[in-house]
């Protein structure tokens, strides 16, 4: 008689329940939810029982809570719904998804998932940020907070996590969030980060709220990736003012380009920018702004070339109705534009409105301002925003203050 081998490809793994606690959540009073994983075949589901025990309470074998009768009734109950929804289903000739019995044994068996599904906090999120806009957040906030729930739902629908609950979530969710995001979407790695502080945020809500005991991703940390600044130097900056434009909105997108290098605007300041907010400081004309996105408060003395582009435009209809300094249009547009002009002016570089904003700090650095100075101008409401993001462009500042330090302590050698 022969035997027919059977390869551990074909083999069909059996299914399997077990319960297990999750350290990982468990919160101040030492309570972490119990977790039930269904198992066959290569598929596997995770369900969160509802039920909450402390360390060594739970005993997996007998799927028992020691000093817990209603509890541990509860799970041997839930453990047993588990396996006669994969009976009938198997019997019934159907294709097995774990996904679908786990529903029907929650639904038909009257258990509740206590956790909401992510996304419904989420929406509650954005609702509290729509709430406070304009009070204690800004539009630019609930802009950024939108998109990235935008972002986030692509991620839920694509990855077939769309009804996922509070309750299963684990800290892998952000790497899957991430490669997402990079591979998927083709975004920065900063940018998905950016994500997935919203997500952190979304959590750290339903843990005030008592629907998980802890954030899972509360250890979470992410990593900022160092990027190149894009700037003018003030040769280019030299260029682009003195460049000959046949074209009357070319020449006025350059003026606010040139304002923001000038003041250090971002473009949203630079349109909310209004004649009232000028004032004089010892004889020093000045600009008192607030910034939208930090709600940081800037005072900007503003240097000749500023001065000279307001009266320029202080008689357009447009400044005269709407109190403005500059005559903006929209910032996609002014960005439109920007490319072109570069190319005309034979600058290489790919301008933006925020690359204005960039190349103001350079201007200052460059020319011995100090940080602390470039930090109330550029209304950064922490230091190492204004550290980070500008040290870069130092080298100028570098080699002048090494060169004085050359001629003061070696004067009779050469450099």
């Known amino acids: 008689m022969t035997y027919q081998t059977t390869t551990k490809q074909q083999r069909i793994k059996p299914f399997r329940v077990i319960c297990w606690r999750r350290k990982q959540a468990e919160n101040a009073q030492g309570l972490a939810p119990i977790m039930f994983e269904i198992k066959f075949n290569g598929q596997t589901k995770t369900v969160h029982s ?24 509860l799970l041997q109950s839930m453990k047993s719904d588990f396996e006669k929804s994969f009976s009938k289903v198997s019997l019934s000739g159907e294709i097995i998804d774990l996904g679908r019995i786990s529903d029907m044994v929650m639904k038909q068996g009257g258990y509740v998932d206590k956790t909401p599904l992510f996304r419904e906090v989420l929406e509650q999120l954005v609702t509290r940020y729509r709430e406070q806009t304009g009070k204690i957040t800004t539009k630019g906030t609930l802009k950024a907070i939108i998109t990235a729930q935008y972002r986030l739902h692509d991620y839920l629908r694509d990855s077939g996590k769309w009804n996922i609950r509070l309750a299963e979530i684990k800290p892998v969710f952000v790497s899957d969030v991430i490669t997402y995001m990079q591979s998927k979407k083709g975004y920065s790695k900063n940018y998905a980060n950016k994500v997935i502080r919203v997500a952190m945020q979304v959590l750290n809500h339903a843990e005030d709220a008592e629907w998980i005991p802890r954030n899972p991703l509360r250890n979470v940390r992410l990593k900022h990736e160092r990027v ?116 005309i002016c034979g600058i290489s570089k790919h301008l933006t409105t925020h690359v204005g904003r960039k190349s103001a700090a350079t201007f200052l650095v460059n020319n011995g301002v100090s940080p602390v100075v470039i930090q109330s101008i550029l209304g950064h409401s922490s230091f190492t925003t204004t550290a980070n993001h500008y040290a870069v462009t130092m080298e100028q500042t570098i080699v002048r203050e090494m060169n004085d330090l050359a001629k003061r302590k070696f004067p009779t050698m050469k450099t």
């Not at 909450?52 to 009734?73: H, I, M, R, W």
């Open 50 to 73: 509802g039920i909450y025990c402390k360390a060594d309470e739970l005993s997996t074998k007998e799927f028992a809570v020691l000093g817990n009768n209603p509890a541990t009734q």
């Open 228 to 343: 190149n600044i894009v700037y003018l130097d003030e040769k280019e900056i030299e260029q682009l003012k003195t460049y000959h434009l046949h074209n009357d909105t070319f020449d006025l997108v350059r003026d606010g380009f040139l304002f923001q290098v000038y003041t250090g605007l971002a473009y949203t300041d630079m349109t909310n920018a209004l004649i009232e907010n000028l004032t004089t400081i010892d004889d020093m004309p000045c600009l008192r702004v607030k910034r939208e996105k930090t709600n940081t408060p800037c005072l900007i003395p503003l240097l000749p070339p500023a001065l000279a582009l307001i009266e320029k435009y202080k008689d357009w209809p447009f400044c005269k109705h709407y109190g403005r300094l500059i005559p903006t249009i929209t910032n996609q547009k002014m960005n439109n534009y920007l490319k072109e002009i570069a190319g």
